[in-house]
């Protein structure tokens, strides 16, 4: 199954490779030795009310695969744009874990001098994940605004059809090879995640949710870390998120993609009913989202704990109107295509002017 994976991700990149395309010309507010990695879309006479929008792509992608979006956004808006490429695009944004490409990411940010008053900031997808990352982690030039395209921000269970039922994903060696394995969830296997997956239990502070009992005793142990010691500091992460203007999440019930779709609404499946409701002989008829031909339950976000308890501030932030949840009828891919464009424009771009 593993060489399979590999074989395929791998593939994917082969074939995209030959889609490279400058977006518009690069301005001297870049550093030199990052500049290779941003397109910008600069206005000389921008309106000083109009914040820089930076893209940022998603798994097995790079900028070029948002070449159109960007150019979209500034014929369409007086911002600027800044479409970002981690390290060298499609192969670290599979073979670097979710820290390092993070990393990276606030390094970029903070050598562009533009973005230090406040940016808007859009995540395709992975891409999401790492753009939330900022503002918990990083966010010394703030971001305004916080809008996602169908990012998986309660964990995934499956990629398109491929599901990685393996017992190495969470060992050290997968999360230090696989980016994905860092928000890798199997509902099956709670604690495992819990214990070992590198990433989105941090940015997500799920170490305080009670729903389920964590058997340390169990893990030998493997999650005795302290927050700090990765980098994330949860009070801190909250702060950061409750400073934005708007978080929106922008999904897709149509997402063929991510498993499940409704993770780019922050929900994901009901890991006490699974847990509870089916037996290991189940789980090996689970294909594509259903276990014996039905399909898994899904929690609601305003029944889950990440929202009842405010772990990252989702709570205050819908309390005070500044949540949103927004839904398109598009494919995960067709996000980045003009198919699209008609519907996120009437979802994006008032978060952008």
């Known amino acids: 199954m593993l060489s399979r994976i590999s074989i395929i991700l791998v593939f994917t990149f082969i074939f995209n490779f030959d889609k490279c395309i400058c977006l518009l010309e690069l301005t001297n507010n870049v550093n030199a030795n990052i500049n290779a990695n941003i397109d910008v879309g600069y206005k000389e006479n921008v309106n000083s009310n109009s914040y820089p929008i930076v893209l940022l792509h998603g798994i097995t992608s790079d900028k070029t695969e948002l070449t159109a979006v960007a150019n979209w956004l500034f014929e369409e808006l007086p911002n600027n744009v800044y479409n970002i490429e981690i390290g060298n695009g499609k192969m670290d944004s599979i073979f670097k874990t979710m820290d390092w490409q993070l990393n990276e990411l606030c390094y970029q940010i903070y050598n562009i001098p533009e973005l230090e008053n406040g940016f808007h900031f859009i995540g395709m997808s992975q891409g999401g994940l790492l753009a939330r990352g900022y503002v918990e982690r990083c966010n010394k030039f703030p971001v305004i605004n916080l809008i996602t395209w169908v990012s998986p921000h309660a964990g995934v269970f499956g990629f398109d059809e491929l599901y990685f039922n393996f017992d190495n994903v969470y060992k050290p060696f997968y999360q230090n090879l696989y980016s994905f394995s860092g928000y890798w969830k199997d509902p099956f296997s709670y604690e495992m995640y819990l214990s070992s997956a590198s990433y989105l239990p941090y940015l997500n502070n799920e170490y305080n949710i009670t ?3 964590i058997y340390y005793d169990l893990l030998d142990g493997l999650k005795k870390t302290d927050y700090q010691t990765v980098g994330w500091e949860p009070e801190i992460s909250k702060a950061n998120m409750l400073s934005l203007n708007n978080f929106v999440m922008i999904w897709s019930p149509n997402d063929d993609v991510l498993s499940p ?45 990440q929202f009842t308890k405010d772990l990252i501030g989702l709570r205050t932030l819908y309390e005070s109107n ?7 009828n598009c494919t995960h891919t067709g996000h980045k295509t003009q198919t699209c464009f008609s519907q996120l424009e009437k979802l994006t771009f008032p978060f952008l002017v």
């Not at 037996?279 to 276990?291: C, R, T, V």
């Not at 500044?322 to 398109?328: K, M, P, Q, V």
Request: aromatic content about 14%; glycine content about 8%.
């Open 322 to 328: 500044r949540l949103h949840i927004l839904e398109t």
């Open 261 to 305: 779709p409704e993770s780019g609404k922050f929900e994901f499946y009901d890991i006490i009913s699974l847990k509870n409701g089916y037996s290991h002989y189940d789980q090996l008829n689970l294909f594509d989202g259903f276990i014996n031909g039905e399909p898994l339950p899904v929690k609601n976000l305003f029944e889950s704990e």
């Open 211 to 213: 729903e389920l009992p």
